[in-house]
């Protein structure tokens, strides 16, 4: 959990996404959850469907508290160029 202070419902968030999760309680927690639904964006994206199709409207706000790796920010570089807006891998590139 990457804050100051504790936060209990973030906690039991992180046990929730533990316990569902493909691993099932392994250990294992993916970085966007449940990632069966940010994988499969691009995908969508790429076949040409709509972002209003997949309910993308409140895409903007996707990235509030998600830590950037590397991989889900080629993948969010790969579907922002779908969607026909700018997106420079500048940044992704110095960063990682």
């Given at each position: 959990?990457?804050?100051?202070?504790?936060?209990?419902?973030?906690?039991?968030?992180?046990?929730?996404?533990?316990?569902?999760?493909?691993?099932?309680?392994?250990?294992?927690?993916?970085?966007?959850f449940?990632?069966?639904?940010?994988?499969?964006?691009?995908?969508?994206?790429?076949?040409?469907?709509?972002?209003?199709?997949?309910?993308?409207?409140?895409?903007?706000?996707?990235?509030?508290g998600?830590?950037?790796?590397?991989?889900?920010?080629?993948?969010?570089?790969?579907?922002?160029?779908?969607?026909?807006?700018?997106?420079?891998?500048?940044?992704?590139?110095?960063?990682?």
């Open positions: 959990m990457f804050c100051i202070q504790w936060d209990e419902n973030t906690e039991n968030y992180l046990r929730k996404v533990i316990d569902l999760s493909s691993g099932k309680s392994s250990g294992g927690v993916p970085s966007t449940p990632s069966s639904i940010f994988e499969i964006t691009s995908t969508f994206l790429k076949v040409g469907l709509s972002p209003e199709a997949l309910g993308l409207e409140q895409m903007e706000n996707v990235d509030s998600i830590l950037a790796d590397v991989d889900d920010t080629a993948k969010s570089t790969v579907a922002t160029n779908l969607l026909n807006l700018t997106s420079d891998p500048t940044k992704m590139i110095t960063e990682f």
